[in-house]
């Protein structure tokens, strides 16, 4: 199984910035993707923003411009560098990556591997 350890989280003010990393182990290939979700208390789980392994990157509207997401130095680890804050941002923060994988011309098989969450608050 992929094991995804998150890093970076915490309280800081509105208008600061946090930079959250991920790192993915037990799995020596290149993940399809890796990304962002989080969740508030009350609300469902949302994207915050996916990068893919050909170098896509996909944000939701409300992170957009603020938001910044990259590869790391190190096989399949990705950061979010987090600017302009609010407490709309309050959330834990979970790291997601994709595999997939299946014999060459046969059929792919998708399976979604998540983190532990790490604590963003802003305050306000």
């Known amino acids: 199984q992929v094991r995804l350890v998150e890093s970076g989280g915490g309280l800081v003010e509105t208008g600061g910035s946090l930079r959250l990393s991920c790192a993915a182990s037990n799995w020596i290939f290149t993940l399809d993707r890796m990304g962002w979700y989080r969740q508030a208390p009350g609300k469902q789980r949302e994207l915050v923003s996916i990068l893919t392994s050909n170098g896509t990157t996909m944000y939701s509207d409300s992170v957009k411009g603020r938001f910044t997401i990259s590869r790391g130095s190190a096989k399949n680890t990705v950061s979010l560098q987090m600017n302009s804050l609010g407490p709309e941002d309050t959330a834990v923060y979970y790291c997601?990556?994709?595999?997939?994988?299946?014999?060459?011309?046969?059929?792919?098989?998708?399976?979604?591997?998540w983190g532990q969450g790490t604590q963003v608050t802003v305050s306000s």
């Open positions: 997601h990556a994709r595999r997939v994988s299946g014999p060459i011309g046969g059929p792919l098989s998708e399976n979604d591997f």
